[in-house]
């Protein structure tokens, strides 16, 4: 994992914007509309990157929480309807993978998406194979097979791979888990991005 200057430097503004503005290490009481930010962002801990062979591996984990707030157009006036909307997806946990070259300089994944034939082979891998390469592994050690995955169609502006993986009866999902890729499209191997505990434990409480 490439860890850069300008990682660390938002590493570093975003501890001077909590310690400015007296806010504790919970971030307790977040909006809904700060809340998605704040867990869609790297400083969650639910964005993990790889770069394998110049090519960049992003996963981000979408928890049952931030799963209810995206997925619904509705504005919660109690925790109640929040709640009962939450139980939809108790058991659920979604994955968006986005995979891009690491720099300008390098063009695996845009030839990939640019050039006919190549990205006619990622269309029939993901219709008939891709579903199977994603696995959730829990703290038990139990493989939980991925339930739903949908490949994105390719976006010129922003070539980038853009996959979203769901998995089902994962029983918690505030524990130690660990998404595994076996990456068949540029054959980079088994990739595994472990998520402890510790990040469910300390993420955000949502003020409805």
């Known amino acids: 994992m490439k860890v850069t200057m300008n990682r660390i430097g938002k590493n570093i503004f975003f501890i001077l914007c909590y310690i400015m503005t007296g806010c504790n290490h919970n971030l307790d009481n977040l909006s809904p509309r700060e809340y998605v930010r704040f867990l ?8 993990q990157t790889k770069t394998i062979d110049d090519i960049k591996f992003k996963c981000k984990l979408q928890i049952p929480s931030l799963i209810t707030l995206l997925s619904s157009a509705a504005t919660y006036t109690s925790k109640e309807q929040f ?3 939450k139980d939809y997806h108790k058991n659920q946990l ?11 300089l390098n063009h695996r994944v845009k030839e990939t998406i640019f050039k006919t034939d190549l990205y006619s082979k990622l269309i029939s891998y993901s219709n008939n194979e891709l579903q199977k390469d994603f696995a959730l592994q829990l703290s038990n050690g139990e493989i939980v097979p991925c339930g739903f995955v ?3 169609a390719a976006n010129s502006v922003a070539p980038i791979i853009r996959i979203s993986a769901t998995f089902y009866n ?3 999902d505030m524990d130690d888990c660990t998404i595994i890729f076996d990456d068949n ?8 991005f472990h998520y402890n505990s510790k990040i469910f434990n300390n993420l955000p409480t949502l003020k409805i």
């Open 83 to 85: 709640d009962t909307e």
């Open 94 to 104: 979604t994955v968006v993978f986005l995979i891009e070259d690491d720099s300008h």
């Open 170 to 172: 994962n029983k918690s």
């Open 40 to 47: 869609s962002s790297q400083e969650s801990g639910l964005s």
């Open 185 to 192: 499209i540029f054959n980079s191997g088994r990739i595994k």
């Open 150 to 152: 949908h490949l994105e």
